[in-house]
């Protein structure tokens, strides 16, 4: 499964550098050019790492970040930008950033840092789910055990669960959900969503996940 990336540069030619780079690192990346716009795709989808310049139009950087530090969201974030000065630098730090690069940075830099960063994420987080008495998921190599046997399911089913293990007891909308599913170029499927939720009651339960009449649907922790 693909690290989903946030850029938020304006500066074109640098903004279609680093998308470019990351995407041959086999990294999925939405890239925005304004504040209002990454915070409306934070809002409508889900993301590994944040990657945020601060001069930036409609809404800089850090009060992005301070924004969303302060409804919750904790996914990591790197600042990238020509600011210097030391009161810059803690200013990033006091918004919630997870690091701090400034400009001119070599490509091979930035990406040691994300990966650092999210390995240590993934490190910092138990590893091993327990979500049925029966029923393990393990969040690094997305395997999932029922009675200690491997259960094979399809890689759109895996992302959902994890996507449900993400937002446990919250409403999930059709339209993020089909947003975290499906990639950006593919159609999605009313029928192939209740296939996938179908399958995925007769894994963990059916009262695990709640059906919301035509909102969406609601994953149970306990």
Same mark, same amino acid.
């Given at each position: 499964?693909?690290?989903?990336?946030?850029?938020?540069?304006?500066?074109?030619?640098?903004?279609?550098? =680093?998308?470019? #780079?990351?995407?041959?690192?086999?990294?999925?990346?939405?890239?925005?050019?304004?504040?209002? /716009?990454?915070?409306?795709?934070?809002?409508?989808?889900?993301? %590994?790492?944040?990657?945020? %310049?601060?001069?930036?139009?409609?809404?800089?950087?850090?009060?992005?970040?301070?924004? $969303?530090?302060?409804?919750?969201?904790?996914? @990591?974030?790197?600042?990238?930008?020509?600011?210097?000065?030391?009161?810059?630098?803690?200013?990033?730090?006091?918004?919630?950033? %997870?690091? #701090?690069?400034?400009? @001119?940075?070599?490509? !091979?830099?930035? &990406?040691?840092?994300? &990966?650092?960063?999210?390995?240590?994420?993934?490190?910092?987080?138990?590893? *091993? $789910?327990?979500?049925?008495?029966?029923?393990?998921?393990?969040?690094?190599?997305?395997? =999932?055990?029922?009675?200690?046997?491997?259960?094979?399911?399809? @890689?759109?089913?895996?992302?959902?669960?994890?996507?449900?293990? &993400?937002? @446990?007891?919250? *409403?999930?909308?059709?339209?993020?959900?089909?947003?975290?599913?499906?990639?950006?170029?593919?159609? #999605?499927? /009313?029928?192939?969503?209740?296939?996938?939720?179908?399958?995925?009651?007769?894994?963990?339960?059916?009262?695990? =996940?709640?059906?919301? !009449?035509?909102?969406?649907?609601?994953?149970?922790?306990?």
């Amino acid at each position: 499964m693909k690290t989903k990336l946030l850029l938020l540069e304006d500066d074109l030619t640098l903004s279609e550098t =680093i998308v470019e #780079y990351f995407e041959e690192q086999n990294f999925e990346v939405i890239n925005v050019y304004n504040g209002v /716009d990454a915070l409306n795709a934070i809002y409508e989808q889900n993301f %590994d790492i944040l990657l945020l %310049d601060v001069n930036v139009p409609l809404l800089n950087g850090f009060d992005v970040l301070k924004k $969303l530090r302060s409804q919750g969201n904790l996914t @990591p974030a790197i600042f990238i930008t020509s600011l210097n000065s030391m009161d810059s630098l803690e200013e990033g730090f006091n918004s919630g950033c %997870d690091d #701090y690069i400034r400009k @001119p940075f070599a490509l !091979k830099e930035l &990406q040691l840092r994300v &990966q650092t960063i999210i390995k240590r994420e993934f490190s910092s987080k138990s590893k *091993l $789910l327990q979500i049925a008495n029966n029923v393990t998921f393990d969040l690094i190599s997305n395997e =999932i055990k029922k009675d200690e046997e491997i259960v094979k399911l399809n @890689p759109k089913e895996i992302k959902l669960l994890k996507f449900f293990l &993400q937002h @446990p007891n919250e *409403l999930l909308v059709h339209d993020r959900i089909y947003d975290y599913v499906w990639e950006y170029d593919e159609e #999605y499927s /009313d029928n192939s969503l209740r296939t996938y939720i179908k399958n995925l009651r007769k894994l963990i339960g059916s009262e695990k =996940i709640v059906s919301l !009449k035509k909102l969406g649907y609601r994953f149970n922790e306990k």
